[in-house]
């Protein structure tokens, strides 16, 4: 028995970690951290290389050991930057997190514990903070029809060469979609469709600014106040370097979803029709939280009820990593670090 478990060791998992530790936790004795991954780094190991955060290395650091600078350019750190300092930061605080470890689902057990499931074992825990985020879970809308063409997410994208030449049609309305369509545009001809007109943030916007939005309107939310729409009431989409590029090239002009899939591309609202040799889907993800269908917690939405981070109908149970709904910024990087100190406070 140990008194937790954290199922995740992406960067939501590593904070919590890192509290818990300070706490006067020991790794691998009272608290383990279960990661199905490989390798660490988290979704950042699964990211294309070319993506990069949306804030300098001092605003995108867990709590304790700041992230090193970045030298490679006068951007912002590449992915595999943060996967390095992911990997030194676990070596760091020697958090022996426990890979390919896949942990199937966690039910109440005797004595008031709860008990994780997983492929390597079980374990007993006091507590269980679910980290597992959610690139497991792509999501691709449904529309009528079918495509024969080739279909990527987001999660399967990895340069803009493997489209050069092509006719590419790219859906959705974020940073990755206008990411990637800033990258392909310049090797094929590409097509950009959001359900509304995208929204660009100012260029002087990046992390910093929109962490302290989310966290004033999460804290404005718990006493009360109006709620002021957070950052989607700022805009949408960071003008990193690449997407600054591709609006100077006047390439960021997005159009309304297609209608139906044909077998060459896609059916307009007009009857109109246009051919693509691929789509590629920056749609979006789902919370992973399948091992914890068994504790039967969902509510309508899919989503866990949670007070803070902590699950109302499974007290023992705490969600971090997932969106606002489990913490301000809970997703990213610094605001993972910030929920944790909480989480592991309520603890």
């Known amino acids: 028995m ?3 478990v954290v199922i ?32 660490p780094g988290g979704a950042w190991a699964q990211l294309w290389p070319t993506l990069r955060t949306f804030s300098p290395t001092q605003y995108s650091s867990l709590p304790g050991w700041m992230m090193p600078p970045w030298t490679g350019d006068a951007g912002y750190p590449l992915a595999s930057h943060v996967v ?11 958090l022996d997190v426990r890979r390919s470890v896949s942990v199937q689902s966690v039910t109440r057990g005797r004595h008031g514990l709860l008990q994780v499931h997983s492929t390597r074992g079980d374990w007993e825990a006091e507590a269980v903070v679910s980290a597992t985020g959610t690139w497991s879970r792509p999501f691709v809308p449904a529309y009528p029809g079918s495509f024969a063409g080739r279909r990527v997410h ?17 859906v959705g309305g974020g940073n990755s979609a206008a990411q990637i369509l800033a990258e392909v545009s310049q090797v094929a001809a590409t097509t950009w469709i959001t359900l509304r007109p995208p929204r660009f943030l100012p260029d002087d916007v990046d ?14 939310r718990q006493v009360g106040e109006p709620d002021s729409a957070g950052v989607a009431g700022l805009g949408d989409i960071v003008m990193v370097d690449s997407v ?3 609006r100077d090239r006047d390439v960021l ?13 896609v059916r307009w609202d007009d009857g109109s029709e246009s051919s693509f040799d691929t789509i590629i889907w920056c749609t979006g ?28 109908k499974e007290q023992r149970l705490h969600l971090i990593g997932y969106g606002d709904w489990t913490g301000p910024a809970s997703a990213t990087l610094i605001g993972a670090g910030r929920t944790a100190r909480d989480l592991v406070a309520a603890l």
């Open 2 to 4: 140990v008194q937790v």
């Open 8 to 39: 995740g060791g992406g960067q939501a998992g590593l904070a919590t970690g890192f509290y818990l530790r300070r706490s006067g936790l020991v790794p691998g004795k009272d608290f383990v951290i279960l990661d199905a991954a490989t390798q």
């Open 84 to 94: 390095d300092y992911l990997t030194r930061y676990e070596q760091r605080y020697g």
């Open 154 to 170: 987001t999660a399967g994208y990895r340069r803009a060469s493997d489209f050069a030449g092509q006719r590419v049609l790219i």
């Open 207 to 220: 992390g910093r600014a929109l962490f302290e939005i989310a966290t004033r309107r999460h804290r404005a």
């Open 244 to 246: 600054r590029e591709a």
């Open 253 to 265: 002009h997005a159009r309304w979803p297609f209608t139906q899939l044909v077998d060459h591309g």
């Open 285 to 312: 993800f789902r919370p992973a939280l399948g091992h914890l269908t068994a504790l039967g917690l969902r509510g309508p939405d899919g989503r866990i009820p949670t007070d803070g981070t902590q699950a109302i």
